[in-house]
């Protein structure tokens, strides 16, 4: 279904090697940036910011101050972050409703919130297509060369979880009541709580959009095992999870399991959504071994008996950002 149509706006061929900034070096993708400058012909664009396929090694001519006319339009934009926005408030209210009505516990509400939400996020990436930042057009017409895979959708895109963190620590410091938010994400029902656990969760979203976004693996798998394996075991392993782990009472060897096969599971398919929109091309062989090592270093991790120290919202993903940065670029 075509709803809009527009004009892509040149897309820069760089040398991986070739990069301005330290900023634009952590933020470009664990691998050689494969977009090439050209003149792209107009593009019935669908719904879905589709990436422009580029064959794989292309040459790499440098841009040569050839302006960059971003054919994007910034109402989409805004009109993503407020319908993604939207979503999200509408996910809560949805489980407090079912929560409110007793057709779900409390913490199985809890959980799938916490499933749902991050990968439906990261599902809604590529509705934010503003292709360019201002200052890239500005290097741009100075001649200047640089990543041009560093898109300024990611700002629009973190957003969402920024005005969800407002929202957390106004409700979590009890500024304003909302009940129906403290029934459907916290344990006991107390407000500190959504300072804890959603508050961690929401900071994660924000770092994965800002810093890797839908360029790079690293973000997809790091929500993937956050979301999909953390959230899975929880849910396995209370209901399942009469063998404990050994060294952690408190975890069982079913809520691992799960977190290691959920987690994989859902990284290879968001991965796949990822690569089917165009965003990186990966070599599904090696990708999914490299998948398999970092969901059992983020298991092995969300299994040690240290959720007293760091809450599992942040031990998980960081871990399995650090594991997947590596293991994708080396
Ligand atoms: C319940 C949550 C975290 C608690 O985790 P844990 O303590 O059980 O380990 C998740 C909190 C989610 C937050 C309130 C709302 C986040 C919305 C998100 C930024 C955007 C979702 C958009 C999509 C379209 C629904
Ligand atoms: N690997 C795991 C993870 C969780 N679980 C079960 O899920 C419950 C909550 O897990 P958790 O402490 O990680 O909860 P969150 O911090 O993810 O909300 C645990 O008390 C266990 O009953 C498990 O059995 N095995």
């Given at each position: 279904m075509t709803l809009l149509t527009y004009t892509p706006?040149?897309?820069?061929?760089?040398?991986?090697?070739?990069?301005?900034?330290?900023?634009?070096?952590?933020?470009?993708?664990?691998?050689?940036?494969?977009?090439?400058?050209?003149?792209?012909?107009?593009l019935r664009l669908q719904f879905l910011y589709?990436?422009?396929?580029?064959?794989?090694?292309?040459?790499?001519?440098?841009?040569?101050?050839?302006?960059?006319?971003?054919g994007a339009d910034?109402t989409q934009?805004?009109v993503?972050?407020?319908?993604?926005?939207?979503?999200?408030?509408?996910?809560?209210?949805?489980?407090?409703?079912?929560?409110?009505?007793?057709?779900?516990?409390?913490?199985?509400?809890?959980?799938?919130?916490?499933?749902?939400?991050?990968?439906?996020?990261?599902?809604?990436?590529?509705i934010?297509r503003?292709?360019?930042?201002?200052?890239?057009?500005?290097?741009?017409?100075?001649?200047?060369?640089?990543?041009?895979?560093?898109?300024?959708?990611?700002?629009?895109?973190?957003?969402?979880?920024?005005?969800?963190?407002?929202?957390?620590?106004?409700?979590?410091?009890?500024?304003?009541?909302?009940?129906?938010?403290?029934?459907?994400?916290?344990?006991?029902?107390?407000?500190?709580?959504?300072?804890?656990?959603?508050?961690?969760?929401?900071?994660?979203?924000?770092?994965?959009?800002?810093?890797?976004?839908?360029?790079?693996?690293?973000?997809?798998?790091?929500?993937?095992?956050?979301?999909?394996?953390?959230?899975?075991?929880?849910?396995?392993?209370?209901?399942?999870?009469?063998?404990?782990?050994?060294?952690?009472?408190?975890?069982?060897?079913?809520?691992?399991?799960?977190?290691?096969?959920?987690?994989?599971?859902?990284?290879?398919?968001?991965?796949?959504?990822?690569?089917?929109?165009?965003?990186?091309?990966?070599?599904?062989?090696?990708?999914?071994?490299?998948?398999?090592?970092?969901?059992?270093?983020?298991?092995?991790?969300?299994?040690?008996?240290?959720?007293?120290?760091?809450?599992?919202?942040?031990?998980?993903?960081?871990?399995?950002?650090?594991?997947?940065?590596?293991?994708?670029?080396?």
């Amino acid at each position: 279904m075509t709803l809009l149509t527009y004009t892509p706006p040149f897309i820069v061929r760089q040398p991986p090697f070739l990069r301005t900034s330290a900023v634009e070096f952590l933020r470009t993708p664990p691998f050689p940036a494969l977009l090439s400058l050209e003149p792209s012909s107009p593009l019935r664009l669908q719904f879905l910011y589709r990436a422009p396929n580029v064959p794989r090694h292309a040459s790499f001519p440098v841009c040569r101050g050839l302006p960059i006319v971003a054919g994007a339009d910034l109402t989409q934009d805004a009109v993503a972050v407020a319908a993604v926005l939207a979503g999200a408030y509408g996910l809560v209210s949805t489980f407090d409703s079912l929560t409110g009505r007793n057709l779900i516990q409390q913490s199985l509400s809890r959980k799938l919130v916490h499933i749902l939400s991050g990968l439906m996020f990261m599902v809604s990436w590529p509705i934010f297509r503003y292709p360019f930042s201002s200052c890239s057009k500005i290097l741009i017409s100075l001649n200047f060369s640089f990543n041009s895979t560093s898109t300024s959708a990611r700002y629009f895109a973190s957003l969402v979880p920024m005005v969800n963190c407002l929202r957390l620590l106004v409700h979590g410091f009890s500024l304003v009541e909302d009940d129906g938010l403290i029934k459907s994400v916290t344990r006991h029902g107390n407000p500190e709580e959504l300072l804890r656990g959603p508050l961690y969760y929401v900071i994660v979203l924000i770092l994965c959009a800002l810093v890797f976004w839908r360029e790079s693996p690293v973000a997809v798998i790091a929500l993937s095992m956050m979301c999909g394996g953390d959230g899975v075991a929880d849910i396995m392993g209370r209901r399942f999870g009469s063998a404990k782990i050994p060294y952690n009472p408190d975890k069982s060897l079913v809520g691992s399991i799960s977190m290691f096969v959920f987690g994989f599971l859902v990284s290879v398919g968001m991965l796949y959504y990822f690569s089917a929109l165009g965003y990186f091309n990966l070599d599904w062989p090696s990708t999914l071994q490299r998948v398999a090592l970092v969901s059992m270093v983020a298991t092995v991790v969300e299994s040690l008996p240290i959720s007293n120290v760091v809450d599992d919202n942040l031990s998980v993903p960081l871990t399995t950002m650090v594991a997947a940065y590596l293991s994708f670029n080396i």
